[in-house]
């Protein structure tokens, strides 16, 4: 037992080591070369904080500052009325159209952000699709100043608040509304006194997702930049290091911002939830089931298609009908055919982008399987730590994180011992499992929690080294989750468009970049076409792995 133990905090100290080493050290030197500007370029200047009074005296950095919590406020108080308001209807009411708003939900989760703003930019365009194809010339002047922004991001990060609501709504416990009806309560105050109050945890919670999500992209300011100017924060600190010269200060003071904006917001999240007990459900609590409407279903079916036909069939449709009629003519496929001519980036671009994702999912699963296994089966003393920490990369944005590698693995005493990552497609693969861990670790820690510590306990009594007990146990257990926590790593590691954009070495286009630069130089045919291509073989690697991988279901018959 005793060397058991011993075991196990070795791996916590083990666990705890890797998760400061790929996230904690990155982010903690953001915050250092703040507080001591130019500390890891040879320029020590302590104690000088002017840096961060600039954001209020240079003209670029208020903007951006001023933009990223105007579109992060806004889009939080839409997005998350928005998301509240159709979880409410979802789980109230089953209509033939409500599954489909189910998978837009996902398909917008998964989608990264900027493919969805190229959509939207091809749309609204002064000569695009809604110009050229249905004659509304003006469209461009509303959808793109400040409130339009804020739609088109609404539109996007709604399902982040939707799925928290949604799941809160699964349970319920109808004799404290029954009690309030007793009493003369109308419906509405019903919801308003008794139903939405215990829903708070739900509501802050897919509030704060929204913001962090909105305040940390990068893809949407990056994708508007073409046509209308509206920097932020990540967008700002990309412009930072590509130009001349790159302007370190600029990107650490930001990337502080940018960080204390996140930690703004979860904290607000804590000190609301610490103020009232939310623990309501008992033995009584019955699971909800939507049912269907006495009248109106008709109208919920137009309603959910008109939806749907605006945040899915505009930035996916536009898309696609751009790689194939370009500026308004006639079918082609001639954008297609230039994706792998002789000039063409994308055949590089991706298999770049598969191998770094390949090499991240393995990576991230295994220290993502150490994670949960030392959160779920070991009592090492520094538990929260390590869950705390393998989340913050989930709330931090891609962009600090890559500033962060920036300054460590850019050190010229690297080079005598061969460490010398930066400009090197390892740094690419480091942040990408930095990034995944806290995706791995969640499905993990979910699988394992149905795993008995007993039937490994028992194993060891039998003599089962470690590796034996999880090659042989756990891991059959749970290799569902396991494949499903890797395949997940390896698509978000593929389309992450702001760590690529940061690190990615000269010579070494990824997929995110070679869609990226299409866009900004105007060639959006060719953007489109590489979108639809990339993404589609990448789903189909994806369809292909989990077919080949997925556990077979056993007959009841061969079990008995």
Request: aromatic fraction near 12%; hydrophobic fraction near 55%.
């Amino acid at each position: 037992m005793l060397r058991s133990f011993a075991g196990r905090n070795r791996m916590g100290w083990l666990v705890l080591a890797v998760l400061f080493l790929l996230i904690l050290l990155p982010l903690t030197a953001v915050v250092i070369q703040v507080l001591l500007p130019g500390v890891f370029f040879g320029q020590w200047v302590i104690g000088d904080l002017s840096l961060l009074l600039d954001v209020f005296r240079r003209p670029l950095w208020r903007v951006s500052l001023q933009h990223s919590v105007t579109l992060g406020l806004g889009t939080t108080l839409l997005g998350t009325a928005l998301g509240i308001a159709l979880a409410m209807v979802r789980a109230r009411w089953t209509f033939p159209t409500a599954r489909l708003l189910d998978m837009t939900v996902w398909l917008l989760i998964i989608t990264p952000s900027f493919i969805l703003a190229q959509g939207w930019v091809m749309f609204a365009s002064a000569d695009g699709i809604a110009a050229q194809w249905f004659g509304w010339t003006g469209l461009h002047r509303l959808v793109f100043t400040p409130a339009g922004l804020i739609a088109i991001m609404t539109l996007s990060k709604f399902p982040l608040a939707y799925l928290t609501v949604y799941t809160a709504l699964e349970w319920k416990v109808e004799r404290l509304s029954e009690a309030a009806r007793l009493s003369g309560g109308s419906p509405w105050t019903v919801w308003r006194t008794i139903q939405a109050p215990l829903l708070l945890p739900a509501f802050f919670s897919g509030a704060m997702l929204v913001f962090m999500d909105t305040v940390g992209d990068f893809g949407l300011p990056a994708s508007i930049a073409t046509v209308f100017r509206f920097p932020t924060l990540p967008y700002s600190i990309y412009t930072a290091l590509y130009t001349s010269p790159i302007r370190f200060d600029m990107a650490g003071a930001l990337s502080f911002y940018l960080v204390l904006l996140i930690a703004l917001a979860m904290s607000v999240q804590l000190y609301a939830m610490r103020k009232s007990r939310f623990d309501f459900l008992s033995g009584r609590a019955t699971r909800a089931n939507a049912r269907k409407p006495v009248k109106g279903a008709s109208i919920l079916v137009v309603c959910n298609v008109a939806f749907l036909a605006v945040v899915l069939g505009i930035p996916f449709g536009s898309n696609l009908l751009m790689s194939v009629t370009g500026n308004g003519g006639g079918i082609t496929l001639k954008y297609y055919r230039a994706l792998f001519a002789g000039d063409g980036n994308l055949a590089s671009g991706l298999a770049h982008s598969l191998e770094i994702a390949a090499v991240a999912a393995v990576i991230g699963l295994v220290v993502g399987f150490l994670v949960a296994y030392v959160l779920t089966y070991s009592q090492f003393k520094l538990r929260k730590a390590i869950d705390v920490i393998s989340l913050v990369s989930l709330a931090v944005p891609g962009i600090v994180l890559g500033i962060g590698y920036i300054f460590i693995w850019n050190q010229k005493w690297l080079q005598s011992i061969g460490l010398l990552l930066y400009g090197t497609p390892w740094i690419l693969i480091l942040a990408s499992v930095a990034g995944a861990i806290p995706v791995i670790t969640r499905v993990v820690v979910g699988a394992m929690a149905k795993v008995p510590q007993q039937l490994l306990s028992a194993a060891q009594v039998q003599g089962a080294t470690f590796r034996q007990r999880v090659a042989t146990v756990l891991a059959p257990l749970i290799k569902s989750a396991l494949l499903s926590a890797a395949l997940a790593a390896f698509g978000a590691s593929v389309f992450d468009l702001a760590i690529a954009s940061v690190l990615y070495p000269p010579n070494f286009m990824t997929l995110p970049v070679v869609i990226n630069k299409a866009f900004e130089n105007l060639k959006f045919s060719y953007a489109a076409a590489a979108t639809l291509t990339g993404g589609g073989i990448v789903i189909a690697i994806i369809v292909a792995l989990e077919l080949l991988f997925k556990p077979k279901k056993r007959s009841r018959r061969a079990s008995i």
